[in-house]
């Protein structure tokens, strides 16, 4: 985020994490997804898009495995560039995987096997203020999913 001039409120040291979009749409979630905990809240949030970094879900698990993020669009390409890759020595390998990285934050909608992109959008920022909160539901393990704030 530092690199990108996403810069940390003073005293601010870890950013807070938010679905962007998901199944291709930037709209409210299905409350019957994952239900981590008995209790939730789930919020319509909204942050100057200045202030926020975008990153392909799925494609940050490049990073988070340390995987190599290919940019082939084929299957022949994926095998031509995995061959080559494996290939550089083990430190041109760390630098080709980490410069590959950085294709995490396209988050340009592409459908397709080889082309895929976009699905889930994850968004990070600093700080969310309440007035940038829009509205909020309560969901409750066994009781229906109410609204508990709304500013519209």
């Given at each position: 985020m530092?690199?990108?001039?996403?810069?940390?409120?003073?005293?601010?040291?870890?950013?807070?994490?938010?679905?962007?979009?998901?199944?291709?749409?930037?709209?409210?979630?299905?409350?019957?997804?994952?239900r981590?905990?008995?209790?939730?809240?789930?919020?319509?949030?909204?942050?100057?898009?200045?202030?926020v970094?975008?990153?392909?879900?799925e494609?940050?698990?490049?990073?988070?495995?340390?995987?190599?993020?290919?940019?082939?669009?084929n299957?022949?390409?994926?095998?031509?560039?995995?061959?080559?890759f494996?290939?550089?020595?083990?430190?041109?390998?760390?630098?080709?995987?980490e410069k590959?990285?950085?294709?995490?934050?396209d988050?340009?909608i592409?459908h397709?096997?080889?082309?895929s992109?976009?699905?889930?959008?994850?968004?990070?920022?600093?700080?969310?203020?309440?007035?940038?909160v829009?509205?909020?539901?309560?969901?409750?393990?066994?009781?229906?999913v109410?609204?508990?704030?709304?500013?519209?």
């Open positions: 530092k690199r990108r001039k996403i810069l940390p409120p003073r005293d601010v040291k870890v950013p807070l994490w938010a679905w962007y979009r998901r199944d291709y749409k930037h709209v409210r979630p299905n409350f019957r997804w994952i981590d905990s008995e209790i939730e809240v789930c919020m319509e949030i909204n942050i100057p898009e200045e202030k970094l975008l990153s392909d879900f494609a940050w698990h490049f990073v988070l495995n340390d995987w190599y993020y290919s940019p082939a669009t299957e022949q390409e994926w095998e031509r560039l995995e061959k080559k494996d290939s550089l020595t083990e430190r041109k390998q760390k630098q080709v995987k590959s990285w950085q294709r995490i934050f988050t340009d592409r397709g096997k080889w082309t992109n976009g699905e889930t959008i994850q968004a990070c920022f600093w700080m969310l203020e309440m007035s940038q829009r509205k909020a539901w309560l969901l409750k393990k066994g009781e229906k109410r609204k508990i704030y709304s500013v519209i």
